[in-house]
């Protein structure tokens, strides 16, 4: 897609990320941090 339309702004990563946080679904984020999970725990330190 990045070939096509070009990079994407700061500000659009960031309004993607914030409607992303609002779902009711799994998001990229949530796949993010079970990928970060060890045991089912994600340490946030």
């Known amino acids: ?3 096509w339309l070009g990079p994407q702004s700061e500000l659009e990563v ?5 409607r992303e946080v609002d779902a009711n679904r799994l998001t990229s984020l949530d796949r ?3 990928g970060r999970a060890q045991e089912g725990v994600v340490d946030l330190r």
């Open 1 to 3: 897609m990045t070939r």
């Open 14 to 18: 960031k309004e993607q990320l914030t």
């Open 32 to 34: 993010n941090l079970l």
